[in-house]
């Protein structure tokens, strides 16, 4: 017992940080909740970053190391990028994101270099099993699990566990834990994903094998219910090229196809439901609808339980022989051919033909004033997005500003003056549109010096399609650069488990790119820094070749020298430093949420000295210079209030929110030019811009600088541009 205790404790470590990071950050929007985890991650790994630089033993190379340093220049890509950003605040809070990422990602790698033969499967005697890496794999699916048993449960007890809404309004749609559903849809597709390798894998004790097969249940049936199209198509995508990539796809498509039949069951009967698949549905018809939910899945589980027991027992009584392996293979593989044969068949004899279909769905795809689908079972099958609309706001700001961007997290602030319908949203739904507009070509090329150092890393452990790039050291002896073949007796040839385990952790990671492709789940901590993990440990691990017997930690630290201390020192005090900035920002929210408390308490003075410690902390905030400046008007120092104004349009002269401020307090000031030539700069920055609600009534000349200003709004909202000139 103690034995497997200690085999299972790094999985049961990795899912419950997850799982814990999940919880507690949510869906990364609000500072207040996540900032917390980017300090206790930056922190955390910061020490075990130094840890791992003083046990990992120094004839290994340090492998991953161009790409840490390149995610590392990204994220102070984004700290520089205060200096022209159009918002300064956000871009510094994006900076510490991006560390906290880093310090996971380098955590990954290097404790992959440090302890490369430490998990070993338990059980497993076969000499062709060597140790596997089953910790971060497990975990990841582990963790999966659980958030999605999690988000049914919403839904089977939605009194007793949370009823999913948003300013009242009841969605059908699962969206817990992280208060967005397509979030919800990649924590299920990672998983299954996972899922594939632990029902198909040599190695392992036959009962937690069988467990692929209801959790693969339960995470499809938390995929569909999600009605995440991305998702969806993320992890067919990631599912094919597991299948193309790992040798066992008899063994991963019966998981798949054993799991897919008890979810369709579940999904079918739940589409079904009014109660289930309706908004703002009645809280007592929603728990009698799933409470009915519930006894389905928990039949479910347990009938794919038996059917994952029993196929492992038939499969290791009765194993097909060579030739029959390879027909079903090769019927398995000629499957996807079929269906897109079939497919472009069904089109070709549709009213529209085949051009014609396929033309109308690019129209259908890049239209922005596309509708948006409902938030029901019908949106699975929908092509309509407004997707095209946020895209072409970031396109435009990139076209106008190529080379940095309007700045980290400039997107919400620098759209407005560029979008056409009323619609508040703070990402782009796409990483590399959000980047092209946040930190331009600059952070484009840097994007793809990362992927391009991650994934030649990546084939050096994992060898796709048993190929390789050419390497440093062969090109430095005049070798041609190319993808070239393995030889026929190359050991690196050989599908063990930690290489089938590694091929799994690249689909994942490819499920994930092309889902952060077309959202902005890159900034839901909970799947990104699931993702980061598995990305670490691939690009860390290097040749499998490289693994040796497990040793001692006790000789490496016999042999730290004064570099390799001072480094390590390094380390911890750059993650201290980083925790502090980390911290900041929240620091100054929470004063200037304490300020407005206190003006509410009747406490003048002890909320303008809130307030300025609210500015102290975080300087580049505009919340906090308003904040401020709205309370020193109140406890009337005009001439203050208009200098912090004034301030804060300096600070940040491309948001239309300083400016609206000044032009308001110019108005109450009895300053009407003043306040006319602000709020013009503050429609043209954001035509839909609110008109200034000042008691001016008794002021015939306030009355006409207002009427003008509306004018300018009516102007510019029906497209005559008057308020820009």
Not at 148 to 153: I, K, P, V
Not at 312 to 322: I, K, N, Q, V
Not at 635 to 663: D, E, F, I, K, M
């Amino acid at each position: 017992m103690a034995g497997l205790t200690l085999v299972a404790l790094p999985t049961l470590l990795v899912a419950g940080a997850l799982c814990l990071i999940t919880f507690l950050a949510g869906g990364g929007l609000n500072p207040g909740t996540r900032t917390p985890v980017e300090i206790a991650l930056t922190l955390t790994c910061g020490v075990g970053i130094a840890a791992a630089i003083l046990l990992a033993p120094a004839e290994r190379p340090a492998y991953g190391i161009w790409s840490i340093a390149l995610l590392l220049a990204l994220a102070a890509l984004s700290a520089v990028s205060v200096i022209w950003s159009v918002e300064p605040d956000g871009s510094w809070q994006d900076a510490g994101r991006l560390f906290a990422y880093a310090a996971l990602f380098a955590f990954a790698a290097l404790w992959a270099r440090a302890a490369p033969a430490r998990w070993p499967i338990r059980g497993c005697e076969r000499s062709e099993c060597p140790p596997n890496r089953s910790a971060i794999l497990g975990g990841v699916l582990l963790a999966a699990a659980v958030v999605c048993g999690y988000a049914l449960l919403t839904k089977v007890f939605p009194d007793a566990i949370g009823v999913e809404q948003s300013a009242g309004h009841v969605y059908a749609r699962l969206q817990a834990p992280y208060g967005y559903w397509n979030a919800t849809g990649l924590a299920a597709a990672l998983g299954a994903v996972g899922c594939l390798w632990l029902g198909a894998r040599r190695c392992g004790h036959a009962l937690w094998n069988a467990l692929a097969y209801p959790a693969m249940g339960l995470l499809l049936v938390t995929l569909l219910l999600a009605y995440s199209r991305g998702a969806l198509v993320a992890f067919a995508i990631g599912v094919t090229l597991w299948l193309c990539l790992v040798p066992l796809r008899l063994r991963g498509a019966t998981v798949l196809g054993v799991g897919a039949l008890g979810a369709a069951v579940v999904v079918a009967w739940d589409f079904s439901q009014h109660a289930l698949t309706t908004e703002d549905v009645p809280l007592a018809e929603r728990v009698s609808a799933g409470h009915q939910l519930g006894v389905l899945l928990a039949a479910m589980l347990v009938l794919l339980m038996l059917a994952g027991v029993a196929i492992g027992f038939l499969t290791s009584e009765r194993p097909l022989s060579p030739r029959a392996r390879r027909r079903a293979g090769a019927a398995l593989l000629a499957l996807p051919v079929i269906a897109v044969i079939a497919l472009l068949g069904a089109l070709t004899v549709s009213h529209r033909g085949l051009f014609g279909s396929v033309s109308h769905t690019v129209s259908t795809l890049t239209n922005p004033n596309a509708p948006l689908p409902h938030n029901g079972p019908g949106r699975l099958t929908a092509l309509g997005s407004v997707r095209a609309r946020y895209w072409n706001e970031a396109l435009e700001i990139f076209g106008h500003h190529p080379l940095l961007g309007a700045g980290a997290e400039g997107y919400e602030t620098a759209r407005l003056r560029y979008r056409t319908a009323i619609v508040d949203v703070g990402q782009a739904h796409g990483f590399i549109v959000q980047t092209l507009a946040d930190l331009g070509m600059m952070g484009l090329l840097a994007v793809l010096a990362l992927l391009w150092s991650w994934l030649a890393a990546a084939g050096r452990a994992t060898h796709p399609f048993n190929r390789r790039w050419t390497s440093w050291r062969e090109l430095r002896g005049g070798a041609q650069p190319g993808w070239r073949a393995l030889p026929a007796t190359d050991p690196a040839r050989r599908y063990g488990a930690e290489r089938v385990g590694l091929l799994t952790l690249v689909c994942l990671l490819a499920t994930f790119g092309i889902h952060s492709f077309v959202d902005w789940t890159w900034y839901v901590p909970g799947v990104a820094c699931a993702a980061l993990l598995c990305a670490g440990w691939v690009v860390g691990r290097g040749p499998l070749a490289e693994t040796g017997a497990p040793r001692s930690w006790a000789p490496a630290l016999r042999e730290v020298g004064p570099i390799r201390g001072g480094v390590a020192a390094a380390v911890v005090v750059g993650a201290l430093l980083a925790a502090w900035a980390q911290w900041q920002p929240q620091r100054s929210a929470d004063a200037a949420g304490e300020a407005l408390t206190l003006v509410v308490a009747g406490r003048p003075a002890a909320a303008l000295a809130a307030a300025h410690t609210a500015v102290s902390r975080d300087p580049l905030s505009a919340k906090a210079l308003l904040t401020l400046a709205a309370i020193q008007e109140g406890t009337g120092q005009s001439t203050a209030a208009g200098a912090t104004y004034a301030h804060a349009v300096h600070l940040q002269p491309a948001n239309y929110r300083t400016w609206q401020a000044l032009g308001e307090h110019d108005l109450h000031d009895g300053q009407p030019h003043a306040a006319l030539q602000a709020l013009r700069a503050a429609v043209y920055l954001n035509p839909e811009a609110v008109a200034p609600q000042a008691q001016i009534a008794d002021n015939a000349e306030l009355l006409s600088i207002q009427d003008a200003y509306l004018q300018a709004l009516r102007d510019t909202g029906s497209g005559g541009g008057t308020a820009a000139q």
